[in-house]
Nanobody, 117 residues
Framework: VQLVESGGGLVQAGGSLRLSCAAS????????MGWYRRAPGKQRELVAT????????NYADSVKGRFTISRANAKNTMYLQMNSLKPDDTAVYYC???????????WGLGTLVTVSS
């Protein structure tokens, strides 16, 4: 499985962006997926996760009510809709997938989101 993120860029505070994560390869083996981020000088942190069927989601407290994770399995794509962006949301955003049995983790290369004040 390979993951490629897109949709990052520069946006003003209060603006919106939608990130996409396109999966390829043995996509039938993908289970849960998620978005993580690493801000400058900080450790990588969880942003949001979604189960294989999309029926259950989980969010970091810092993004609840502003970000929405979703997936379109028919398109092998996961999304992160980010609204009301803040400068603190500036980070490289990474797509993550739990794959196969025994489970392994696959990561994308990341997409940079910069929020200006």
């Amino acid at each position: 499985v390979q993951l490629v993120e897109s949709g990052g860029g520069l946006v003003q505070a209060g603006g919106s962006l939608r990130l996409s994560c396109a999966a390829s390869g043995s996509t039938f083996s993908i289970n849960a997926m998620g978005w993580y981020r690493r801000a400058p000088g900080k450790q990588r942190e969880l942003v949001a996760t979604i189960t294989s069927g999309g029926g259950s989601t989980n969010y970091a407290d810092s993004v609840k009510g502003r970000f929405t994770i979703s997936r379109a399995n028919a398109k092998n794509t996961m999304y992160l809709q980010m609204n009301s962006l803040k400068p603190d949301d500036t980070a490289v955003y990474y797509c993550n997938a739990k794959v196969g049995r025994p489970q392994i983790e696959v990561w994308g290369l990341g997409t940079l989101v910069t929020v200006s004040s």
